[in-house]
């Protein structure tokens, strides 16, 4: 919620329970096939990652960075064994069990967001690649460590969100568009892209493919404001 407090809810909108209650929460995101949650919390100005089972148990602490400085924007490898994190202005790779020390990515990610490619091999982020000429780009970077890509075809500058495609071969973005915000794809390949819903609403702040590939949950809604006439009484 707004406050950072999150919750566990049934599809039907029912049975709402919080989750981590008394934690202020700045990002989470399931991790792997166990169902398990990473999370970013802020503590006494200091945001660092965290690891619990589904139910919210056995929270396990992942980074310890210094003193007023945040670890956020947690994401993970499908099979759970590592996390990639932002702690600025770097993004680091780390296996889940600390055995190791973070690994530098050479990616250029514009807000620190990243998103793993459902075969695991691939981390995939939007970014402004330096210059002469200094231009945004989709980055594609190897899990296992290599040269990095940059598709510079129809980036969208203005995308809230992103997501690989089910099948790996693409990325879907959210953009508003037209004063409508709605689902894109682009192929990593290059190519045209398309557009995959038509919803007519101005805001998304959100979206997800089931892990079948078959349904896609969205965050979306209208912008609403009041008009009011104030008179100078005296």
């Known amino acids: 919620d707004q406050h950072g407090q999150p919750y566990t809810i049934h599809l ?5 329970t919080a989750l981590l209650p008394g934690r202020q929460i700045v990002a989470m995101i399931d991790c792997g096939p166990s169902g398990a949650l990473i999370f970013s919390e802020l503590r006494d100005d200091t945001a660092n990652i965290w690891k619990v089972d589904a139910d919210g148990a056995n929270p396990v602490q992942l980074t310890h960075v210094p003193q007023g400085e945040r670890a956020g924007l947690p ?4 099979d759970g064994k590592s996390f990639i994190y932002f702690h600025a202005p ?3 790779l780390q296996d889940m069990n600390g055995t190791s020390s973070p690994l530098k990515l050479q990616l250029h990610s514009a807000g620190g967001g990243t998103r793993v490619s459902p075969d695991g091999k691939t981390i995939a982020t939007l970014g402004f690649v330096p210059g002469p000429p200094e231009r945004m780009a989709f980055e ?3 899990v296992a460590q290599g040269a990095t890509r940059f598709l510079y075809e129809n980036v969208p ?4 969100w992103f997501e690989w495609s089910p099948d790996g071969k693409a990325l879907d973005y959210a953009i508003l568009r037209r004063g409508a915000a709605n689902v894109w794809r682009q192929p990593i ?4 892209f398309q557009q995959i819903t038509k919803f007519t609403t101005p805001v998304m702040t959100g979206f997800r493919w089931s892990p079948d590939g078959k349904n896609l949950y969205a965050v979306r809604g209208t912008h609403s404001a009041d008009i009011i006439l104030l008179r100078d009484t005296k």
């Open 90 to 92: 770097d993004l680091l």
């Open 157 to 160: 500058a203005g995308a809230t």
């Open 140 to 142: 594609f970077a190897p």
């Open 189 to 192: 390949e290059g190519g045209p």
């Open 75 to 78: 994401n993970c490898t499908p």
């Open 12 to 16: 039907d909108g029912s049975g709402q």
